[in-house]
Structure formats: C-alpha cells, structure tokens
C-alpha cells in the first residue's frame, strides 16, 4: 500500500469532498478498524512496488494522497486496474470531478493522464465504477474519450 494512502488515513482531510452526511465518519472508522486490524501485514512503498512477476502498483494521487493502480503483464497481455481513478461520465467529461475525490483537481489530472496512457497502450482497463463486465478498451473521441467494453462470453 501507498504510505501516503496509510497517512492520510491515519487522520483524513475531507475538507474538499461533498459527501452525503454520515460518509465521512463511516470511512473514518472503517479505515480506524484496518489499521488495527492489517497495520503489521502492510507493506508500503512510495511510489511503485512490484507484488510479483508482472504485477506493479504504482501511486497515482487524486482520489486520496495514496491511491494507487494495479498493472498487470503476462506475455504481451497487459491490464491495468484503475481502482476509484475513473468513472462512467470521465469518459465524456474527464475534467469532472466527483465528491467523493480529495484533491479533486489533481483526480482529473489523474484520469485524463491514465485514460491517455490507455487509448494509446490499448491494454485493457478495469475499474471500479464502471458498468459489469467492467473490463474494456478506452478510445479517444475528439477532445474526450470512448469506453469499448470487452464482449461478455460465458
């Protein structure tokens, strides 16, 4: 885990989301019970750690201090997972913000980094907030961006 995500949860700022009431004091307890509970387990980094052979988490900022993506490589199959980083409407608008980001400009910032990245690299993206399968490709459509979500086969 990021160590700026593990500090800025120690003590939260959210000075700059708007939250519906009551979010906040849930995700202050919540992150109060991690820590008692996974604080010996963590293993921090500052910036990128590999997990293990193909698999990289790299800090990104935005949506907290610490927030990080997942990359994961196997041959030439590539896949990166976005956590809380990208959102339906962040295709269309990817300068939007939501209230539930922290530095909210920094989030776009972010986003508009990452989906770059991801219509130029092609590799496909998973990411919280978006709709089931969550896994596609990210075009880029004039000044925005397209999601291509891959075809569900099961």
Same mark, same amino acid.
């Given at each position: 885990m990021?160590?700026?995500?593990?500090?800025?949860? $120690?003590?939260?700022?959210f000075s700059r989301v708007s939250m519906p009431a009551g979010f906040p004091d849930a995700l202050r307890a919540a992150a109060k019970r991690f820590s008692k509970?996974?604080?010996s387990?963590?293993?921090?980094? $500052?910036? $990128?750690h590999e997990v293990a052979p193909g698999v990289v988490v790299s800090r990104t900022g935005g949506h907290t201090p610490g927030h990080s993506v997942v990359r994961v490589a196997?041959?030439?199959d590539r896949l990166?997972?976005?956590?809380?980083?990208?959102?339906?409407?962040?295709?269309?608008h990817p300068d939007w913000h939501n209230g539930f980001e922290h530095d909210p400009e920094e989030a776009a910032? #972010?986003? #508009?980094? @990452?989906?770059?990245? @991801?219509?130029?690299?092609?590799? @496909?993206?998973v990411a919280t907030h978006m709709p089931f399968p969550?896994?596609?490709? #990210?075009? #880029?459509?004039?000044?925005?961006?397209?999601?291509?979500?891959?075809?569900?086969?099961?």
């Open positions: 990021a160590a700026a995500e593990v500090k800025f949860w $120690e003590s939260p700022d509970e996974y604080q387990q963590l293993r921090l980094f $500052e910036d $990128e196997s041959g030439n990166m997972f976005a956590g809380d980083a990208v959102f339906a409407v962040g295709f269309d910032r #972010v986003r #508009v980094r @990452l989906l770059q990245e @991801l219509a130029a690299t092609g590799e @496909l993206l969550s896994v596609g490709h #990210v075009a #880029v459509d004039g000044n925005a961006f397209r999601w291509v979500p891959v075809f569900w086969d099961y």
